[in-house]
């Protein structure tokens, strides 16, 4: 399975975003995880299918959203609210089946190419 993630940029504090990710075959878990410059690669969020039940940070509770396209194997995070500590590469991740370390990144062995987020104050 391959992951294909797409959209990122740069926005102004407040402002909105939206990434997707695409695989190439079907996974259990997907989603995404982040890393800003001097830190660790840190959860997001992501979407466990067989229960389309969304698990996310609480640094982005209520801010950013993810939403699927099931028959496209496609999934999208909205990012809303942005702050500037939101800036860093998001990655698309997947796993095949669920894992309840699904906060860990070494849990994941399929990774998309990274994305930039540029958030300004």
């Given at each position: ?24 075959g079907r996974t259990g878990v997907m ?20 229960m389309l039940r969304m698990y996310y ?65």
């Amino acid at each position: 399975v391959q992951l294909q993630a797409s959209g990122g940029g740069y926005a102004q504090a407040g402002g909105s975003l939206r990434l997707s990710c695409a695989a190439s075959g079907r996974t259990g878990v997907m989603g995404w995880f982040r890393q800003a410059p001097g830190k660790e690669r840190e959860f997001v969020a992501l979407i466990r299918w067989s229960m389309l039940r969304m698990y996310y940070a609480d640094s982005v509770k209520g801010r950013f959203t993810m939403s699927r396209d099931s028959a496209k194997l496609t999934v999208y995070l909205e990012m809303n609210s942005l702050k500037p500590e939101d800036t860093a590469v998001y990655y698309c991740a997947a796993r095949l089946s669920w894992n309840v370390q699904y906060y860990d990144s070494e849990q994941y062995s399929l990774w998309g190419q990274g994305t930039l987020v540029t958030v300004s104050s």
